[in-house]
């Protein structure tokens, strides 16, 4: 597969661990990229008006995008930029959304294996899209109709109140004195019943149901 030289790699990863990660991995496979760390949506922007050919590896669900809409339609703004989603616990929903969508954006989970996520970094930066096998099963995933709706419990619907009030998950787990690996169950529990993916989803939600006070909140 021949590897378009001297792309701009925009790494939009919030994760300390994700970040070094991609960065090893990008200098063995000796891509000859540069890559840039991307913090928020306003940060993303501006890199792409620069480089308008650039490949994005986003985290969707711990970044600050309204939706699977604000994803398509920066991509159709910037129609050479190739994308690859590189997150956990998106929804089958969002992905077959995205990638009918979406035909230059990639999606690969962080519990891939080393190998596939060699392979995903590699078809992105040729200028391919990648879709890891997780995710082609959930396209493939018949349409369920007439869903019970699930409700949250009530340590659910305290930690979403938390969520949206802009707490971390550590902090949470802080406040209610549990272990953060707890109170990361019980967060993506919530996201899976309100087939939610980010903490701006999750948030509108909570303003949706009169769980927190919309006055602060502009979105």
Wanted: hydrophobic share 40%; glycine share 4%.
């Amino acid at each position: 597969m021949s590897i378009m030289r001297d792309r701009l790699i925009l790494l939009a990863d919030r994760q300390d661990i994700t970040r070094a990660g991609m960065t090893f991995l990008i200098e063995q496979e000796d891509h000859h990229c540069q890559y840039k760390y991307i913090s928020d949506k306003v940060e993303l922007l501006e890199a792409l008006k620069r480089s308008k050919n650039a490949v994005v590896i986003l985290d969707y669900t711990l970044f600050d995008l309204n939706g699977a809409d604000d994803v398509l339609i920066i991509s159709q703004r910037y129609p050479e930029v190739n994308w690859l989603l590189f997150s956990t616990d998106l929804n089958a929903e969002f992905v077959k959304s995205i990638t009918v969508q979406g035909p230059r954006i990639g999606v690969l989970f962080k519990e891939s294996s080393l190998s596939e996520i060699k392979e995903a970094l590699n078809y992105t930066i040729s200028g391919h899209r990648y879709i890891c096998q997780r995710a082609m099963e959930m396209m493939l995933m018949p349409e369920t109709k007439n869903e019970e709706v699930s409700v949250l419990t009530k340590t659910e619907t305290e930690i979403l109140i938390d969520i949206a009030n802009g707490m971390t998950t550590k902090e949470i787990a802080e406040r209610r004195f549990s272990s953060f690996h707890t109170v990361n169950t019980h967060r993506k529990n919530i996201f899976r019943k309100l087939k939610v993916n980010n903490v701006h989803e999750a948030t509108k939600y909570a303003i949706r149901a009169g769980l927190i006070d919309t006055a602060e909140y502009n979105i």
